[in-house]
Nanobody
């Protein structure tokens, strides 16, 4: 059983930056695909970015490409999401997910474990 804990969210002005962290425990972190998703009020959970255990499979949603960067440190059992040039439409609860599989997928239902989420609010 894998436990995931997100941190690093907060309130930031448009154009600012935040770095989210997702600390994992209780499993073999280096074997899991890690993904970041977000969910705004009244909307479905959407894919933001994903990374394979070996770093050779990395995807970012078109809406964040060039602004957000996913990474992971297997020695620290932690995944990260660096978010730059934030926009008000990035406001959401951000979740990290882990899945035991062969590649990054964009579907939330493909992920086996989830954190509790961290709020990101971008003001104008």
């Amino acid at each position: 059983q894998v436990q995931l804990v997100e941190s690093g969210g907060g309130l930031v002005q448009a154009g600012g930056s935040l770095r989210l962290s997702c600390a994992a425990s209780g499993g073999t972190f280096s074997t899991y695909i890690m993904g970041w998703f977000r969910q705004a009020p009244g909307k479905e959970r959407e894919f933001v970015a994903g990374i394979s255990w070996s770093h050779d499979n990395i995807y970012h949603a078109d809406s964040v490409k060039g602004r957000f960067t996913i990474s992971r440190d297997n020695a620290k059992n932690t995944a990260y999401l660096q978010m730059n040039n934030l926009k008000p439409e990035d406001t959401a609860v951000y979740y990290c997910g882990a899945r035991a599989g062969l590649g990054v997928t964009l579907r939330p239902n493909d992920y086996d474990y989830w954190g509790q989420g961290t709020q990101v609010t971008v003001s104008t």
